[in-house]
């Protein structure tokens, strides 16, 4: 290989792939395009977890599959482009049958996506906070979904986490158990295990019987109260904020809006913005400005010429 | 018209034309994907301003154009799915030569926006608030661009405004003047005079010796302490708020983002959130719960059978 | 309105719909991207068949939803702007439930589409030319869809056509003429019954049976042997060639690589292709010649100075 | 590894990079979408050359850079799926600066794209084909685009090819060398000259000239007539046929468009179409009926208990 040319970066997914099987608990922080991709990065996040619903909610749409998959890709692919960190992305119940869901499998993969997650529910979902009682998938057919995933993939790091949501639909412990055992017998890398209770008692709970037979995963939108400590003891491998820079975001732009609306000025929100110099240099203008005095008028240097097959 | 079809609604650019020629100022709020549009209008906002220098900081790009026509009007899609007030799309420059503008303006218009915006300045762009001098485009060329558009829009209430670029550049009020006489004499059907003061002088001068020959419109990003009243009094038409959302975003994830990672919890963060239900709300999710019980298993009624051709 | 503005053109859907409703029969030609659609135009068809089978094989991927509803957009899009005639889309089954379905009629609408045509079996879709005794989907799921996607559309002259899938999986004529005239009930502007059959028996059966209720659409792709007076004669109102586009083209493009790579030359193909220059004359290449002489550098002329809102 | 999980394939843009290095000639097939790059494949040939003036003229519009680099992509994208050979992709000037066109290359390295070729004129481009003496880029100019996009490619195989349109544009065998060299000097990995005479003596005296400083490319649609014996004597590396896919599918669909129209039936155009089966049989639907049996309901098998990370 030329010397010249930039060495291949270090695998994302190979990275979530250590942080799944890393013995302390990890935290990816939701995103719903490349700007929150970016910041969720800067902040320190070792991931970034591609949200179904917070994706939909910033294009304006419901989370009921209203998005294609092709709009989920395009959002997806600038989130790769604006950060260096894993990605794992939301994919609902795979858009489909099996078919649908290995074909997402390549496309995220060649996008440089790290993992996606998958839910035993119905095509078109329903988001996991609406109603009581959602049907669940038939427990063999997604676990062919997975094996499909599983075979699909182009690249061997890639993850693929199946998401039981037996809790949430009320069908209690041992089902949520028998499930997330056929997934994992069927190829899932690792169990995601949702809760919409307060008290966080059943996650704990299916984490003490599950016993570490493959990572798991969480998110405590509803139990964030109990505090990360006890499910680290508990063994949870990943925790998911998983909704919390949408809702943020929602209510900073409700709130200036409604100021600039009344006031007719911005003196009030000035202290809620940042400056216009700080998105330049977030997003490293400064490295555009070094890249047109290099590249807009080229006169060679020492190392580049000859350069051939 | 079959009583049972919905009515045509109201045209976006009607009511964005009767804005313009209005003797009151109007406010356009900056938004970049559909929720942020959705936010504005729902704040109170008349109109939107699909900025490009907000939309490629949401997708994580720079505002030089990296971001391709394809991409924003996907995102501008969304916008107009979102809202029902009028949107006046930045288009920069648009994107190339007088073919380049005029295929913009056709997509842009079957999508539903009312109005484009272009600069008089060279592709790729650089955002304006970057550095001093930038070059401008020809104006024999910008005016035949502007031709273009107007010669090539599908709805005759559809607005091209031709944003000068002159005081930007330190060319001058008299530039400054020729430039938007000739613009609207190539059939502008408004001159929107950019500036970076930050005392709204030049823009007041502008204003004056224009004198009403057709709608001026403004974005007071550094002028802003200068207050509306005297722009009002002036004969500005539109005031645009033209990056408020975005920076606003920026700052709200950021905080948030920084709040989770050194506490690895959620509490010192909630207030600074909607509530998953908010979103819910904001969203109308109750719409779909009303239709799923309309449409899942239809069994007719009094008023639609029989309908044909 | 300005008489420098060019005339709103009149509404291709008022055309289909008229189409339908006409004592004589009308073809339909299947296209599957912008030069096809343009070449079918040009040929005389009247309106235009976006086949999902087409459009699928055109873009390399199987005709069992693996394409997402953003991709079959995003061709119809360039199919919309290379012609002026109607164009009817091949929904399949509306890709999900009612709420996908109604959200589809909206940006096909936008678009510029005449007609959805929406078929009553499950997503994802299998092909009807593929194996025997496919499901179908519910009756009366599938009239909420209908119905759902007409009190959803935004012009009143868009269609639905609802697709009849009953004698292509052998339920039989009583069958197919029940559901017909539910989905009639439901709101159908059209019935599209579809058969497999070589003697077009049932198709024949079926319109003398349905005594023209609404008007009936059918594509003879196996039995096209019969000859299309005996439909014309039996009242069926459209006649969709669906796939003929798209195979021709597989055809001479397989001719012209076996050749090319056999004989390392062009000699031998030259008579199966078209001209460079005949291209660019199909495309309107002259125009955009005529156009830079007129736009690249705007002098001004008498009838536009001055125009405004 | 785990031997359960699929070998990464081998690298499309290492053969690429082989080809061109190899002494024997070797040839790329036109092809503008998924089905024509399966078919250019199927015929034996190494390569496809995803020709900007056939993508354009299958999505209906002109080759006049009216199609944005996200429409180039999106239709990239169905090629890669489609295929397992190399693909050079037309990237015209590079849709800009320097800037889009090293965003370009790492979009089109992340889809599997293994080069692109970019020309010395002005955006937006006017088809080589067109008139005479078009302006070119600025050496320094266009060589500083070449280096910028050999600094930000992705995989370190991937090439880029500096397209001389001296030639076409009557500047002269002199300064095609010069710039080529130039070109060469910044980085190219291949330069291709092109030429529209009709007797192939420009090229071939380019190619004595040149003498095999870097791989040649070229593309003999007018001087189609000399034989390719003659280019590869002179060294030629490597041989597009450019656009004839895409001219034999314009005549094949006119032709059959015609025919059914003045018909009004298949039985005349029957011998140019092929048979629906055939296209199941190409794109492979068989193993989809395969991935059905085996996935829709999934009961395990002694192979993949247990994976994990």
Redesign the interface.
Same mark, same amino acid.
């Given at each position: 290989?030329?010397s010249t040319?930039?060495a +291949?970066?270090p695998s994302r997914s190979a990275r979530l792939?250590?942080m799944?099987?890393a013995p302390e608990i990890s @935290?990816l922080?939701e995103a719903h395009?490349?700007?929150?991709?970016?910041?969720?990065q800067?902040?320190?996040?070792p991931g970034i977890w591609a949200s179904g @619903?917070a994706i939909s909610?910033?294009?304006?749409?419901?989370d009921?599959?209203?998005l294609?998959?092709?709009?989920l890709l395009?959002t997806v692919?600038?989130?790769?482009?604006?950060t260096t960190v894993p990605i794992v992305v939301d994919g609902d119940t795979g858009?489909? &049958?099996? &078919?649908?869901a290995r074909?997402l499998v390549?496309q995220l993969g060649?996008?440089?996506v790290s993992a996606v997650c998958l839910e035993d529910k119905l095509?078109?979902k329903t988001?996991s906070?609406?109603g009581t009682g959602q049907p669940l998938a038939?427990e063999?057919?997604f676990?062919?979904?997975?094996?499909?995933c599983?075979?699909s993939?182009?690249?061997?790091e890639f993850?693929v986490v199946a998401r039981v949501e037996a809790l949430v639909s009320g069908r209690g412990l041992t089902e949520a158990l028998h499930r997330a055992e056929s997934y994992?017998?069927?190829?899932a890398?690792?169990v995601f295990i949702h809760s919409k209770q307060q008290d966080g008692r059943e996650v704990l709970d299916f984490a003490r019987e599950w016993a570490g037979r493959?990572?798991l995963v969480i998110t405590?939108?509803t139990y964030?109260?109990v505090?990360?400590d006890a499910f680290e003891r508990a063994g949870v491998a990943m925790l998911i904020?998983a &909704? +919390?820079?949408?809702?943020?975001?929602?209510?900073?732009?409700? +709130?200036?809006? +409604?100021s600039?609306?009344a006031n007719?000025?911005?003196?009030a929100?000035e202290p809620?913005?940042?400056?216009?110099q700080?998105?330049?240099d @977030?997003?490293?203008?400064d490295e555009?400005d070094a890249?047109?005095l290099?590249?807009?008028?080229?006169?060679?240097d020492e190392t580049?010429?000859?350069?051939?097959?």
């Open positions: 290989m030329d040319r930039p +291949q970066p792939r250590a799944l099987a @935290f922080m395009n490349g700007l929150s991709a970016r910041i969720a800067h902040a320190g996040f @619903f909610t910033a294009l304006g749409v419901r009921s599959n209203e294609s998959t092709k709009e395009d692919a600038f989130m790769v482009d604006a858009y489909g &049958n099996f &078919n649908n074909r390549r060649r996008l440089g095509f078109p988001n906070f609406l038939d063999r057919e676990c062919g979904k997975i094996r499909a599983k075979d993939q182009l690249d061997a993850c994992r017998r069927a190829g890398d690792a493959c990572p405590p939108t964030h109260g505090g990360v904020w &909704n +919390q820079n949408m809702r943020a975001a929602v209510l900073a732009m409700r +709130q200036v809006c +409604q600039i609306a007719r000025g911005l003196t929100v809620a913005l940042v400056s216009v700080e998105v330049f @977030f997003l490293d203008y555009l890249a047109t290099r590249y807009s008028s080229w006169h060679g580049t010429a000859g350069a051939g097959p």
